[in-house]
C-alpha cells in the first residue's frame, strides 16, 4: 500500500485560465517525479451544466456549483482559484481559514486592500502549515528563468535599465463585446492589471529588485461596447445596446528600482498584430538579455565583455537539459509551448506544500505588485506625477 501523500485539489472557476490551470494538473503529475499523488477532485462553477461539462472534458472526477461547499470538504487538501479578480479575496481567505493549501491566479486582487487582507490570512496560515502562491506562470517559462539565473551570476553585471511591455491587439475591433475583463467591478483594471500586472512581475523577478516608484499614464480607447445576450451577467448592463468600458485599454509608465536604476512599462490590447507579445529587456554595463514570449524557446544575450570581433546578441534556445525545467520534457531543440508554464506552477506548488516550504511568488509578492498598479492609477489620475509604490496616495 502506497504511503505517498495525496493532494486532492479543487478548481473554482472553468473558462480560460481553468482550461490551462487543468492541463497542467493532469500534466504535471505524469512528467515530474512528485514528491504527492495529484487527484483533480472537483471543479466549481455558477452554472451547473457548463462546469459538468469542463469537468468531463478537462478530466476532474465531479463538478459543484457552490465553493463554499466544496472547501468545507474534508477530502480537499488544494483551492486553485481561477475566477475574476473581484472574488479573489473572498474565495482566499476562507479557503486558507479552512486549512487549505491555495494557488490564486493574478492580480492577487482587485484593490491593495484586498490584497493586504489576503496577504495577512497567508501569513497566517503558513504558521499552520498551510501554503499559498500567486500564478505569475511567465516566471517558470526556461528562458526567463535562465534570464533570472544569469543576472543574479552577474552575468550582464549592474543593471542599468530595463524595458518591459505586454502587447495584444484582442479588443483592436470596437465591436469586441463587453466582457467581464472591461469591467473595473470584476477585473480591477483593464490592460494595467490583466497583462501588466506580468510585466511588473516578470521586472522584479529577473532583476531581484522592487519597482519604488512610478509615473504613468492610463487610456480607455474604445469608451462603449456591445452587450451580447440577456445572461450576460455584467454589472450596469441590460443585456442588449452597448455599455461602458470601465478600465483602461492601454497603460505607459515608467518605474523606479530599488537601485535607482529606471524602468519601463508598457501593457495594451491595442497593439495591432500582436497576439500575446511579453517582453522584456535588461541592460547591464556588462551586458544585456533580451525575452520575447512570441520566441518563447529563445533567450538573447549580449556579453560586452567579448572581444569587438565577436561582440553581438547570442541567440540561445533554451532546450537543455541543463536549463530550467527542461529535462523532464523533450530531446534538445524540441521546443516548449504556453501550457508547460502552468505544469512547472504545479510541480514547485507540490514541492513546496510536500517538503514544508514557501512557493513562490508569495502573496506577499502579489501584493507588491497590486501597489505598483495602484500607483500607476494614482499617477495616471494626477497629471503623470511620480507616486511612491505602497505610499498612503496608491492605496
Excluded at 517558470?140 to 550582464?156: C, E, F, K, S, Y
Aim: proline fraction near 4%; charge should be negative.
Amino acid at each position: 500500500m502506497s504511503t505517498r501523500p495525496v493532494l486532492r485539489v479543487a478548481m473554482i472557476g472553468y473558462g480560460f485560465m481553468g482550461a490551462a490551470h487543468s492541463q497542467a494538473w493532469r500534466t504535471a503529475p505524469r512528467v515530474f517525479d512528485l514528491p504527492a499523488d495529484v487527484e483533480m477532485t472537483v471543479v466549481v462553477g455558477r452554472h451547473a451544466v457548463a462546469v459538468a461539462d469542463a469537468a468531463a472534458k478537462w478530466g476532474w472526477a465531479e463538478s459543484a456549483t457552490d465553493w463554499r461547499e466544496v472547501i468545507a470538504r474534508d477530502d480537499i487538501e488544494v483551492v486553485d482559484i481561477v475566477t475574476p479578480g473581484g472574488s479573489h479575496a473572498e474565495i482566499a481567505i476562507a479557503a486558507l481559514q479552512a486549512g487549505k493549501h491555495v494557488l490564486c491566479e493574478k492580480p492577487l486582487a482587485n484593490a491593495v486592500a484586498e490584497a493586504e487582507a489576503m496577504t495577512d490570512a497567508a501569513e497566517q496560515a503558513a504558521a499552520r502549515g498551510i501554503r499559498s502562491m500567486v500564478g505569475f506562470t511567465y516566471r517558470r517559462v526556461p528562458a526567463v528563468t535562465l534570464m533570472r539565473d544569469l543576472i543574479a551570476q552577474g552575468r550582464i553585471g549592474r543593471v542599468q535599465q530595463v524595458r518591459a511591455s505586454y502587447r495584444q491587439d484582442w479588443l483592436v475591433d470596437p465591436e469586441m463585446p463587453l466582457g467581464w475583463r472591461l469591467q473595473k467591478e470584476h477585473a480591477g483594471s483593464g490592460a494595467l492589471g490583466d497583462i501588466g500586472a506580468h510585466a511588473i512581475d516578470l521586472a522584479q523577478f529577473v532583476t531581484g529588485q522592487e519597482v519604488t516608484s512610478v509615473s504613468g499614464v492610463l487610456e480607455t480607447i474604445v469608451s462603449e461596447r456591445p452587450v451580447q445576450g440577456s445572461g450576460s451577467g455584467l454589472s450596469g448592463t441590460a443585456g442588449e445596446g452597448r455599455g461602458p468600458v470601465t478600465v483602461d485599454d492601454l497603460a505607459i509608465f515608467t518605474g523606479r528600482l530599488s537601485s535607482g536604476a529606471l524602468a519601463s512599462f508598457e501593457a495594451t490590447r491595442f497593439a495591432t498584430g500582436r497576439k500575446n507579445a511579453l517582453a522584456i529587456e535588461v541592460s547591464g554595463d556588462r551586458g544585456a538579455l533580451a525575452f520575447d514570449f512570441e520566441d518563447l524557446n529563445v533567450l538573447q544575450w549580449y556579453d560586452r565583455t567579448a572581444p569587438n570581433e565577436v561582440q553581438g546578441f547570442t541567440r540561445i534556445v533554451v532546450t537543455e537539459p541543463e536549463h530550467p525545467y527542461v529535462a523532464a520534457w523533450w530531446p534538445a531543440g524540441h521546443m516548449l509551448g504556453y501550457e508547460h508554464g502552468f505544469s512547472h506552477q504545479v510541480k514547485d506548488l507540490v514541492d513546496a506544500i510536500v517538503h514544508g516550504a514557501d512557493p513562490h511568488p508569495t502573496f506577499a509578492e502579489g501584493l507588491r505588485v497590486q501597489r505598483v498598479l495602484a500607483a500607476v492609477e494614482e499617477s495616471s489620475a494626477h497629471d503623470s506625477r511620480w507616486v511612491g509604490v505602497g505610499s498612503p496616495a496608491a492605496g
